[in-house]
């Protein structure tokens, strides 16, 4: 009986205790990530700095295959605590409440960055994304089949080059082809011009020998094998083709080459917001952002990486050597919402033609 | 305590509740989701609103129709072609495998061990310019270059398409053959029935259920693939398929996919419906 007394007085005491675990409890974050990324972005070079870091905490990783996807991914309520997209969708995120503002001042990689580069990732002002991988589209060519050289977006309608085109299977980046070849905004569209769009890639389809969706599983192998002559492709694939000998050349086309930039977020509701903050710092970090440099070629918003690039072949396919590049070269715009809906419809319009 | 009836009840409980969980609710979902008019991605907070306008949408894009067509006429070759080859291959097993008959069996189920995109990839590899085929071909001297056409083509498709469906067309039509009462071909025989007599009046109508049962196994999801034609189809092996697909990733556009999947769901069923009308199975094997 006594007993029973004695418990009955310390259950309050033992229920403090149990409140104030619990109340730590809510207080501390999870220790674990998910990240929504592009498949490949999963490797371990990709994150080797965190991990060495952190070799207790779990990171998963879910998929998205296109832009489109995993703003749609996100939409639907995913539970990633950072998504990596690319330049274009920003305003999105922003607009709809689904990224929370980065405190830079916890990243101590962040001075690497160089400004403009930063000024990617701001909207009004706030510091939304923190910019990572980025890297330009042009045509990639073989230089035995095309020894003159390309000099134009154009070539992708030549039809000299009948079954050895391949082009990105992307409406944005058909609609953006087609406005440096006609000299149009990109940004400006019209109902017509979409229209004049259509028709000319649909006249342009039976020149391509597949429309390509993975730049290492579907471009790369077929540009060095040689049958793929003319592609649109981005400098990774140019560095991979160079270092295994194909003769290739990377266009600087007179409209300009494209350039794009990949930004991480990190996702409003997520509970593990430092976590998210240190993982996207050591993505700055030097050994990983090499890594993103030398072992998939890809550019990195680490400035003191990329100075340090020596490697010939990677020199020449992020253009280091050409202090012209830039000026030349068109930066993705943002679009809007109706723009991207009415482009990849133009563009599902084209394939199923 | 249950009794048997009811231990059977409470045993098909879990595989009903899978199948609502699983597939009666998503397609549920799907034919709602077909009635909202966003064009981008579903916002579910949003209040449901139901229009017709993605339904409109496909009705004045004749390319979708036309692709819908054309992924329904090679549906139609896959089956036909997977059905007719299987069918020898039902045949032997069924009456002149005899005490074979399950290590051949065996030996037919062999490929549904390796992973569907492995055996599509060996498909690029052998059709590929510098493929098996093609190397073959040069090196009889049939051709002095390499056959484009034979990757990243409808024709790649449909090949790929008839080599993976053989082995399960060849299932239904096996057990239908086993059915058969061997004592119908010995009493023919007896009234002087030949071999290709006996083939065409006994085998054939009375495997003919299981011969169909294999052509709509292969017809129904042929419609709607989309992972074959991804990869050795081209720009010219695009199918209906890839077309939800892309509604659904590279779009974002769930309502006008799932509009898409709506109708074609309804055409096969349509098609397969008119088809069981035409051939009266029963009347044909009796």
């Known amino acids: 009986m006594l007993a029973r007394t004695h418990r009955l007085r310390a259950a309050p005491a033992l229920f403090a205790t149990i409140a104030l675990i619990l109340a730590s409890c809510q207080g501390a974050e999870p220790q674990e990530l998910l990240v929504l990324e592009w498949a490949g972005y999963e490797a371990d070079d990709f994150w080797t700095d965190f991990q060495t870091a952190n070799p207790e905490v779990p990171v998963d990783f879910e ?138 890639w649909i006249a342009q389809k039976p020149l391509n020998i597949h429309y390509w969706d993975s730049e290492y599983e579907n471009l790369c192998p077929e540009v060095k094998s040689g049958e793929i002559w003319v592609a649109y492709a981005w400098q990774g694939c140019y560095a991979d083709a160079l270092y295994a000998g194909a003769p290739v050349a990377y266009a600087n086309p007179d409209e300009g080459r494209n350039s794009w930039v990949g930004l991480y977020g990190i996702n409003a509701d997520t509970d593990s917001y430092e976590l998210a903050l240190q993982f996207l710092d050591l993505k700055l970090a030097e050994l990983t952002c090499g890594n993103a440099v030398t072992l998939f070629y890809y550019g990195c918003a680490n400035g003191d990486v990329m100075a340090a690039v020596e490697d010939p072949v990677l020199i020449e396919a992020f253009g280091i050597n050409d202090p012209g590049i830039l000026e030349t070269t068109n930066f993705t715009p943002p679009v809007t919402a109706e723009q991207r809906d009415a482009w990849t419809a133009m563009w599902t319009r084209v394939k199923a033609e | 305590m249950l009794g048997r009836r009811g231990a059977l009840r409470f045993l098909a409980v879990p595989p009903y509740v899978w199948l609502g969980l699983f597939f009666v609710l998503p397609l549920v979902l799907i034919v709602a989701i077909s009635f909202r008019p966003e064009t981008g991605p579903i916002n579910f907070d949003d209040p449901w609103a139901l229009s017709l306008v993605q339904y409109q949408r496909v009705w004045e ?154 052509f709509f196994m292969v017809f129904i999801p042929t419609v709607g693939e989309y992972v074959t034609p991804s990869l050795v189809g081209g720009t010219e092996g695009f199918m209906y398929g890839n077309l939800i697909q892309d509604f659904f990733t590279s779009a974002a556009n769930w309502a006008q996919g799932s509009a898409l999947a709506v109708i074609m769901l309804v055409v096969t069923l349509v098609l397969v419906i008119v088809a069981l009308r035409v051939v009266d199975v029963r009347r044909l094997s009796s």
């Not at chain 1, 990572?132 to 230089?143: C, E, K, V």
């Not at chain 2, 023919?188 to 109508?205: E, K, N, Y």
Request: charged letters at 15%; zero cysteines.
């Open chain 2, 61 to 214: 894009t004749e390319s979708y129709l036309r692709l819908l067509g054309v992924s329904v006429l090679m549906a139609l070759v896959v089956a036909g072609s997977a059905t007719l080859l299987a069918y020898p291959v039902a045949y032997f097993l069924a009456f002149r495998a005899r005490d074979r008959a399950v290590f051949y069996l065996v030996l037919l189920l062999i490929p549904f061990a390796a992973s569907y995109l492995l055996k599509i990839m060996a498909w690029r590899l052998m059709l590929g310019q510098e493929g098996a085929i093609n190397s073959f071909l040069q090196y009889i001297g049939l051709t002095a270059e390499p056959l484009d056409l034979l990757l990243y083509s409808r024709a790649a498709v449909i090949i790929a398409l008839v080599y993976v469906w053989i082995p399960f067309a060849a299932l239904p039509i096996y057990a239908a053959m086993q059915r058969i009462n061997r004592g119908h071909q010995e009493a023919a025989a007896d009234l002087g029935a030949g071999p290709w007599s006996r083939f065409w009046r006994i085998t054939v109508p009375l495997s003919l259920p299981g011969a169909l049962a294999a």
């Open chain 1, 63 to 200: 998929f998205g295959t296109t832009d489109a996807d995993i703003l749609s991914l996100m939409q639907a309520g995913s539970q990633a605590d950072i998504f990596h997209f690319y330049t274009g969708w920003q305003q999105f995120y922003v607009d709809e409440g689904l990224v929370r503002e980065i405190d830079t001042s916890k990243l101590t990689n962040w001075d690497a960055v160089p400004a403009d580069m930063q000024a990617l990732g701001q909207i009004d002002g706030k510091q939304y994304f923190i910019p990572w991988d980025w890297g330009f589209s042009s045509i990639l060519y073989n230089t035995e089949e095309i020894p003159d050289g390309i000099s134009s977006w154009n070539a992708l309608f030549n039809e000299e080059y009948a079954g050895h085109v391949s082009m990105w299977d992307d409406g944005p980046a058909a609609v953006t082809v087609s406005a440096y070849i006609n000299g149009w905004d990109e940004t400006a569209i019209t109902d017509e011009q979409l229209a004049q769009i259509e028709e000319d």
